[in-house]
C-alpha cells in the first residue's frame, strides 16, 4: 500500500507538503530545523571519520581572512 500519487512532502517533518518558496520543505520552521540539525551533526560527530587520504580533518580555529 504505497500512496505516492499526493504532493511531494516536506523532507524533513514528511507530513506537510512542500511549499514551493521553501522546497524541499514545507516551511521556514522546517528548513531551519534541518539546517540546525546538520549544524549539530557536524559539530558532534560519531566516531572519528576516515577520510580516503588517511588525514584527519581536524577542526580549525576561525581565522581572520585577511591576517598577514
Ligand atoms: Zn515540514
Not at 13 to 39: E, M
Request: aromatic fraction near 8%; glycine fraction near 8%.
Amino acid at each position: 500500500m504505497t500512496d505516492q500519487d499526493g504532493p511531494a512532502l516536506c523532507v524533513f517533518c514528511r507530513r506537510q507538503p512542500i511549499d514551493p518558496g521553501w522546497r524541499p520543505f514545507c516551511s521556514r520552521r522546517c528548513k531551519v530545523q534541518d539546517l540546525a540539525r546538520w549544524a549539530e551533526g557536524a559539530y558532534r560527530v560519531p566516531g572519528e571519520p576516515v577520510s580516503p587520504d588517511g588525514q584527519r580533518a581536524a577542526p580549525e580555529p576561525s581565522k581572520p581572512f585577511n591576517q598577514a
